[in-house]
T-cell receptor, first 119, second 112 residues
């Protein structure tokens, strides 16, 4: 149990276009989903926290108009990188926390990541 | 402030024990985690420990927590080639794991 998927796993896009990345919790309902960014050989940096049905909370320094997050259901969150540029190339990882009240609600389950390359 | 630090590299011989160390600065950390990341993949939660515990053992993994020194370690017994990965130490402050702070990761390599 507690599987999180991401789609696509790898995407190459041209500069100026927008890319949408999906994060799904496959076998549990996630009240909260998180989006991280990881540069090569570096740690994960939290970008934003999204709760189903409400606006995402962005970390300091993350442009909310550039990284649009939608958490429309308890099993799906999307991250859209708008007007992507080469410096947006990175590994984007999402995670999900099971609904509160479950024993494992303190755990985050991570997706396999999406590698974005902007040319 | 929030800071989690780890050494960047560790090389051990196959069959030996690996010990990966981590220090953190936030004394209000409640949950401490070890995650494993294999090349090109997401993170896999290996184990976690609550701040009121000193030690946790799970098969080949032993986690030691020294809360006074804010020091966390992960020991992998009988290290195998499949253990090659990056290991992230992480901490969070509340029970809903609303924000996890990750260390920089320790790259573990296994030599024959």
């Amino acid at each position: 149990g507690a599987v999180v998927s991401q789609h696509p796993s790898w995407v190459i896009c041209k500069s100026g276009t927008s890319v949408k990345i999906e994060c799904r919790s496959l076998d549990f309902q996630a009240t909260t989903m998180f989006w991280y960014r990881q540069f090569p050989k570096q740690s994960l940096m939290l970008m934003a926290t999204s709760n189903e049905g409400s606006k995402a909370t962005y970390e300091q320094g993350v442009e909310k108009d550039k990284f649009l997050i939608n958490h429309a259901s308890l099993t799906l969150s999307t991250l859209t990188v708008t007007s992507a540029h080469p410096e947006d190339s990175s590994f984007y990882i999402c995670s999900a926390t099971p609904e509160t009240g479950r024993r494992s609600s303190y755990e985050q389950y991570f997706g396999p990541g999406t590698r974005l390359t902007v040319t | 402030g929030e800071d989690v630090e780890q050494s960047l590299f560790l090389s051990v011989r196959e069959g030996d024990s690996s010990v990966i160390n981590c220090t953190y600065t936030d004394s209000s950390s409640t949950y401490l985690y070890w995650y494993k990341q294999e090349p090109g993949a997401g993170l896999q939660l290996l184990t976690y420990i609550f701040s009121n515990m000193d030690m946790k053992q799970d098969q080949r993994l032993t986690v030691l927590l020294n809360k006074k020194d804010k020091h966390l370690s992960l020991r992998i017994a009988d290290t195998q080639t499949g253990d090659s990965a990056i290991y992230f130490c992480a901490e969070s402050r509340d029970s809903s794991a609303s924000k996890i702070i990750f260390g920089s990761g320790t790259r573990l390599s296994i030599r024959p």
